[in-house]
């Protein structure tokens, strides 16, 4: 779901770049910080629609390979931050 927003976001922001993207010379001037802001703050957005699939991809190809209780288990633990992935027997 977070995903879908990040891709709505981004597009929200590149059809605001071609409607407005003449304008920000003169944001720039005006204030510089404002005009940084709405130049890159769609970058972020975009990466992370690109990073999220990614990333929930490789997690549940990694949950595939256990058992249910496990998976169930390592789900409750990645949430409350219980256990270091990392230190986990991967076997």
Not at 10 to 33: K, N, P, R
Not at 69 to 91: K, M
Request: overall charge negative; glycine content about 6%.
């Amino acid at each position: 779901m977070f995903c879908i927003e990040k891709i709505l976001y981004s597009a929200h922001w590149v059809c605001w770049i071609l409607a407005h993207g003449e304008s920000l010379g003169s944001l720039y001037e005006t204030d510089f910080q404002s005009g940084l802001f709405y130049s890159v703050y769609g970058l972020n957005d975009i990466l992370f629609a690109v990073f999220l699939p990614m990333l929930s991809y490789g997690h549940q190809r990694n949950l595939k390979s256990r058992p249910l209780p496990d998976r169930v288990a390592l789900i409750w633990a990645t949430i409350f931050e219980i256990v270091d992935l990392n230190t986990l027997d991967h076997g």
